[in-house]
Structures are given as structure tokens and as C-alpha cells.
């Protein structure tokens, strides 16, 4: 399927189901300088047995989701085994088939953790040396906790892996994967420099239209403090990549296509917005997201129901402050999607259900900013 998200469409998508009465005002953020619209909420795929029927779930999950509004769609190339990006793929083109164009959606894969396609295998020793050493994507020191590897020719396998099952010709964005995970293996200069070569590869698949951007998806790395030796700091990301885009075009005033930063957020894990421990290089110390904003890279939140725990209760003042909201669920999803700065919450689900207290959510606008604010006290 040729095509990637642009502003014409998708400003057209958010006009129209806002008007529909489908989405609420504020539902859409902008990404970046692009005047693309991408939704506060977004369907992730992460969850499910490895099966064919919550295959066909999540194709189904995806396709409601597009149709109905929420066009940012999040999978991995080892979510379920290799399984989501084809699921996805499916929701996908019924999505397309029911009208929705393909420059309205905006799609995202991510690699580094291995795809293991058809579950895990019985001599995992015997697969990596078949699977990754004699395809050359890799060798067993480059691998990092058994099950991460962190190499330009396995993040570009990956990539491929993602457009392929997915059917897509170009996706929109692709995200390193955790590379935090490598830093207690081999230290964070060797992680920085691993991670410079995968974003040589990233910034060639922009210039070949195989990708619009790319970026990382963190679990402790941005969130900790900066004296922790799994801190990675957005800065630095954003000097690695400009490395990376003057290398792969050879030319010293290219510019680079790193523009997003995943991490979890949510209300028990709020380091993102509270925990300021980014320099930015602009002459300031800032929180996670504040620093996004200032070296334009866009945030998207995973972790918004904490592994489901928020879907069942919620902390004191978020309880306080969104009574009218139907349940936990949804007022987790309405507490992240209306923090400042935040541009898309993901929600990883396979079951139906849970997509019917998204379109709820979105059809609420965000709270005002003081009434989000009001949440908050200081330590």
C-alpha cells in the first residue's frame, strides 16, 4: 500500500470526526512542524496470545480505530512473535477498504528485541547462529540480555519485517526499541556508538522512502535520574542522530529525522513530567517532555493503563478531578492525554472492549490545563 501520513489528510480526518461528533475538540495534536494531525490516543498491539484469534481481534481493533477516528497505530516486530504486524496490517487495509486513506493513518513499528517468528525456539543457541549469525545480522556479542540485539543490519531486517507483513510501502515511523538495555552489557559509550550505527541505517531508510522518521522507545531511560547508569539523556539522542544524518548523506548540514520519543507515563509512573533531568543545551534543565518540546521530537506515552492496573482503580486526585468519566479505564487515558506536551497515549490492546472506552475517551476534550495542573502538589 503506497502512501504515508501528510497534513492534507489527515487534517481533512480529524475536520471530519470532529464534526461527526466521533472525536472531541483537542482530540488531535500536531506532529511537530508537519501540521500533521495524529490522535491523543492510539491502539498498540502488544498484548494477546499468539493465536488466530486474537489475531483476528486485533484486526479488528485496528480497523474500528481508524474508521472511527484514531489514526496513530503502534506494533513491534516482536510483538507476538512477528504476529501483530501482519494482524495490524489486516485492520489496516479493511480500514482503507471502508475509506479511510492511507495518508490519514499513521503507522509505527519498532525493532531491537528479537522477532522469534512462530514462538520461541526449542534450542535457542542453535536458532541464533542459523537465524542471525549465518544471516549475518548479527553475532551472539553483540547480544545483549539473550534477547536484544542492537545492530544496523537487524534493526533494517526488522524495519523490512515491518513493511512487509504490515503491507506497507513507507511507514511512518520506526522506533529503537529500549536500547537502554545494552548499557550494563557493555557501558553507554559502546551503547551510543551501536546505537549512532543504527541511525545511519534509519536515516538511509528515510532517504530511500522506506520511512518518514524514527526514534526510541524507553522503559528507564528517560525517566531516571541522571545518576543512574540507565539515564539517556533526549539531548544526546538528538546529537547522535544529526552524526547520523550528516554521515549518511555526507552532507555536514543534513538534517536528521529523529523525531520521536516513546516512554511509559501514566499516573503512578509520572517521571516524565515531574522528574526534570534533562539538559537541554538551550540553557536549561528540563523535564522529559519539556526538553521534547524545545528539541522539537514528538512524545508518545506507553504504560497508560500500567499493565492494566489502572483500568481497575485510579490514584486519589485523578478520581477527584474526573468523576464523569465511566470508569478507571477512562480516566487514565483522559489523565495522559491531557498532560502538556504529550502528544499521543498508547493503549495496547486485543480484546474489544477496551477500544470501546477509548472512542469514549475521545470524545471528551482534554482537560484545561490549570484543572490538570490542579492534580499536582509539590514534594
Do not use: C
Not at 549469525?133 to 540480555?145: F, I, M, N
Not at 534493526?155 to 504490515?166: C, K
Not at 474526573?322 to 487514565?332: G, H, V, Y
Amino acid at each position: 500500500m503506497p502512501g504515508y501520513a501528510n497534513a492534507k489528510a489527515t487534517q481533512a480526518y480529524a475536520r471530519a470526526h470532529i464534526e461527526a461528533g466521533e472525536t472531541a475538540e483537542g482530540h488531535y495534536s500536531d506532529f511537530l512542524r508537519a501540521r500533521i494531525q495524529l490522535s491523543s490516543l492510539g491502539v498498540g498491539s502488544f498484548g494477546g496470545a499468539a493465536d488466530p484469534v486474537v489475531d483476528a481481534q486485533i484486526s479488528a481493533i485496528v480497523a474500528e480505530a481508524l474508521i472511527k477516528g484514531v489514526n496513530v497505530i503502534d506494533t513491534a516486530a516482536h510483538y507476538r512473535y512477528g504476529r501483530s504486524l501482519a494482524a495490524v496490517g489486516a485492520g489496516v487495509r479493511a480500514a482503507a477498504a471502508q475509506g479511510v486513506p492511507r495518508e490519514a493513518m499513521f503507522l509505527m513499528s519498532k525493532g531491537g528485541f528479537l522477532t522469534l517468528r512462530g514462538g520461541p525456539p526449542a534450542d535457542m543457541a542453535g536458532w541464533f547462529e542459523r537465524e542471525i549469525v549465518a544471516a549475518g545480522l548479527g553475532t551472539r556479542e553483540d547480544l545483549a540480555k539473550g534477547v536484544h540485539l542492537l545492530t544496523p543490519e537487524y534493526i533494517n531486517y526488522q524495519l523490512e519485517l515491518s513493511r512487509h507483513l504490515m503491507g506497507v510501502e513507507t511507514l511512518d515511523a520506526f522506533l529503537v526499541d529500549q536500547p537502554e538495555v545494552h548499557i550494563p552489557e557493555i557501558g553507554k559509550e559502546a551503547a551510543h556508538e551501536r546505537l549512532a550505527a543504527v541511525f545511519q541505517t534509519l536515516e538511509r531508510a528515510v532517504q530511500e522512502k522506506r520511512l518518514r522518521v524514527y526514534g526510541i522507545s524507553t522503559f528507564e531511560g528517560l525517566r531516571v535520574e541522571t545518576d543512574s547508569p540507565m539515564f539517556e539523556s533526549l539531548t544526546a539522542m538528538v546529537g547522535l542522530a544529526e552524526r547520523a544524518a550528516q554521515l549518511a548523506t555526507g552532507d555536514e548540514h543534513a538534517r536528521h529525522h529523529f523525531k520521536i520519543a516513546m516512554m511509559p507515563f501514566n499516573q503512578v509512573m509520572s517521571e516524565g513530567f515531574t522528574r526534570f533531568n534533562t539538559a537541554t543545551g538551550q540553557g536549561n534543565v528540563a523535564s522529559p517532555i519539556q526538553a521534547a518540546y524545545q528539541l522539537e521530537v514528538y512524545v508518545m506515552a506507553s504504560h497508560t493503563l500500567f499493565k492494566g492496573h489502572l483500568a481497575a482503580q485510579s490514584v486519589g486526585p485523578v478520581d477527584e478531578h474526573l468523576p464523569d468519566l465511566a470508569n478507571p479505564a477512562q480516566r487514565a487515558m483522559q489523565f495522559n492525554r491531557s498532560t502538556p506536551g504529550l502528544g499521543t497515549s498508547l493503549v495496547g490492546m486485543s480484546t474489544p472492549d477496551h477500544l470501546a472506552d477509548l472512542l469514549a475517551t475521545a470524545q471528551v476534550p482534554p482537560m484545561p490545563r490549570k484543572d490538570y495542573l490542579a492534580m499536582y502538589q509539590k514534594a
